[in-house]
């Protein structure tokens, strides 16, 4: 009779130990690209201690949250966001292609670890990282064999690519396309390239 007394108050003490967690993502398909922005979103049924890691394509772990001298309580069906609204930093999908986890861990008497294994209650999800297909970029100028000049927005780093007409093969982003040539007034177009794309640019050069 005891026996069946102790294992109804240890089951009713297992019920009300239970943290429900969820942890989801910005968008409903969960591929992204190499310098995609991502946010998170996470909320538990229970006041608790919370702890949310990144697990790399390699391998390597990162703690998103709680931050720094912070111990990552978190209040019941609140829905929290990383980074927060008032950040000041956003987080930036860097790759290599592979699968990343993201984990969260949550326990109601104090901070969890990812090393901890008892009374740690977990849920995790996976993203899809993939390179995407490259652009094309054809650039046609008049007068012809002028010079082209590619700079990436993001890197700021210039590059001499050859003289028009000329097809250019790039990663999906942001550029600053300059054509020039001696006697002509220099033209500079910033574009956006998006996966797979095949763009033609043509551009007229005014003489001095």
């Known amino acids: 009779m005891l026996a069946t007394i102790f294992s109804v108050i240890i089951a009713l003490n ?4 239970t943290v429900n967690l ?15 922005r991502i946010k998170i979103f996470f909320k538990a049924d229970r006041d608790c201690y919370v702890a949310i890691y ?41 790759g290599p292609a ?18 901890d294994s008892e009374w740690i209650f977990k849920k995790e999800i996976e993203l899809s990282i993939e390179e995407p297909e490259p652009a094309k970029l054809r650039i046609i100028s008049t007068p012809p064999k002028c010079k082209i000049y590619i700079k990436e927005v993001k890197s700021n780093n210039r590059v001499y690519i050859g003289k028009t007409p000329r097809t250019i093969v ?9 054509i ?29």
């Open 180 to 208: 020039k040539k001696w006697g002509y007034q220099t033209i500079k177009r910033r574009i956006r390239l998006e996966p797979d794309e095949k763009r033609r640019v043509y551009v007229h050069l005014l003489p001095w």
């Open 22 to 36: 969820d942890i989801w993502l910005d968008r409903d398909d969960y591929t992204f690209y190499p310098g995609d």
């Open 170 to 178: 790039l990663k999906p982003g942001e550029y600053i396309v300059e």
């Open 98 to 115: 592979g699968i990343e986890r993201i984990i969260i861990l949550a326990s109601t008497e104090e901070p969890p670890a990812l090393s």
């Open 54 to 94: 990144d697990i790399d394509t390699g391998g390597r772990e990162s703690l998103l949250f709680p931050l720094q001298g912070e111990n990552g309580y978190i209040l019941k069906d609140r829905v929290y966001e990383l980074p927060s609204s008032d950040a000041d930093y956003d987080y930036e999908v860097t």
């Open 14 to 17: 297992l019920q009300i130990d």
